[in-house]
């Protein structure tokens, strides 16, 4: 009976532990991060460019990439983090900037919608002339 509870133990952990969000990028691994604010650094009739700032779980993060998808007028952005896959990190919560640029197709009113988890976003719209 030990020896099934302890082949179930080791199955359960095996799942749990290929069962990520993150992925592997070589010597990194990165993941979506929360986005905390954002702030509009510049905005014409065909870009806007925005400078996030997003949260990571450890000492070692930094920005990695975005990425951006329109449905009509509306933008979903994703903001990525990486850190070393051997680094030796203090776990604390550091949040990095994360610059970000949209291009518009034309002008109008258009929302943006920053991931912060599956669930929520930290949404903001405008008009751009």
């Known amino acids: 009976m030990k020896t099934i509870i302890f082949y179930l133990s080791v199955s359960i952990l095996i799942?749990?532990?290929?069962?990520?969000?993150?992925?592997?990028?070589?010597d990194y691994f990165e993941r979506a991060t929360p986005v905390l604010t954002q702030t509009v650094t510049a905005k014409t009739s065909t870009i806007v460019s925005f400078l996030a700032r997003a949260t990571w779980g450890s000492s070692c993060g930094s920005f990695s990439r975005s990425e951006v998808a329109r449905t009509d007028s509306v933008y979903f952005i994703k903001v990525f983090g990486r850190q070393p896959k051997?680094?030796?990190?203090?776990?604390?919560?550091?949040?990095?900037?994360?610059?970000?640029t949209?291009?518009?197709?034309?002008?109008?009113?258009?929302?943006?919608?920053?991931?912060?988890?599956?669930?929520?976003?930290?949404?903001?719209?405008?008009t751009v002339q």
Do not use: H
């Not at 799942?15 to 070589?26: M, R, Y």
């Open 15 to 26: 799942a749990l532990g290929s069962c990520s969000s993150s992925s592997d990028q070589g």
């Open 102 to 126: 949209v291009n518009i197709p034309s002008p109008g009113t258009y929302s943006f919608k920053f991931w912060k988890s599956d669930s929520t976003s930290k949404d903001t719209t405008f």
């Open 86 to 100: 051997d680094a030796v990190c203090l776990t604390v919560v550091i949040s990095f900037e994360a610059p970000i």
